[in-house]
């Protein structure tokens, strides 16, 4: 099983590089664990444009938890609109940055069970900010992430949360960083929920959805 899934993971990344990556991962790249951090909270109900505009507009006015505290609800709001929930997560971005300077010297913990810690944070979102702010293996997993290896027929889940520990036990570690970008691209432009492309699809072979359609 796991020889078929590392080729699988390796033809999805091959062709997931033709693709625009996800917005978490572009502000990913500053290697900032804050920044990814609220990022991801920015992401939650929201499109990756909005996401990655509204973060943008955000860190332009703070960039750190003493920064972002000073700043009034209706400031970051104007910044952050309109991502869904933003009244919402305004106030989230703001106690959770004064969590961090209180309990964790200002500093984002780089462990997953520190940062399920924190108010407003699930798993989906610690496990981003260990992958992407700590270049740690992590197992972030999103809809897509818990669609496509249901389809393929890796695994039967009925939440994230099961897929998650299922992959952790089935993908071998060394393509934990990489899964969450790689199939949220390939979700997003092949595998999709509805109506996905399996007619160019380069694993429609090695998948039981197709299978049972074909």
């Known amino acids: ?13 091959k062709e997931s590089k033709k693709f625009t990556l996800p917005s978490v991962s572009e502000i990913a790249l500053s290697k900032e664990p804050y920044k990814v951090l609220i990022s991801c909270l920015l992401s939650l109900r929201t499109r990756d444009e909005v996401t990655l505009a509204a973060s943008t507009r955000l860190f332009k006015l ?19 609109y309109p991502t869904g929930f933003y009244r919402r997560k305004t106030k989230t971005i ?16 780089s462990s997953l069970d520190e940062l399920l810690k924190l108010k407003g944070v699930g798993r989906k979102t610690a496990n981003i900010v260990v992958v ?13 992430c818990h669609r496509i290896p249901n389809r393929l027929g890796w695994i039967k889940t009925r939440t994230p949360e099961e897929t998650e520990a299922k992959l952790r036990d089935i993908v071998p570690k060394r393509y934990w960083k990489d899964f969450n970008v790689v199939f949220v691209a390939f979700g997003q432009n092949i595998c999709k929920p509805i109506g996905p492309k399996c007619s160019i699809c380069p694993v429609s072979s090695h998948c039981a959805y197709f299978k049972n359609i074909a």
């Not at 099983?1 to 990344?13: A, P, T, Y």
């Not at 300077?101 to 984002?108: L, Q, R």
């Open 94 to 109: 703001k106690d959770i940055s004064k969590t961090l300077i209180d309990n964790y010297d200002s500093k984002v913990p």
């Open 132 to 144: 992407y702010g700590f270049d740690k293996p992590g197992m972030p997993i999103d809809t897509h």
């Open 1 to 13: 099983m796991n020889s078929e899934i590392v080729k699988v993971i390796q033809l999805v990344k």
């Open 62 to 80: 703070a960039s750190t938890p003493e920064e972002m505290i000073k700043l009034d609800d209706k400031t970051i709001q104007q910044a952050i």
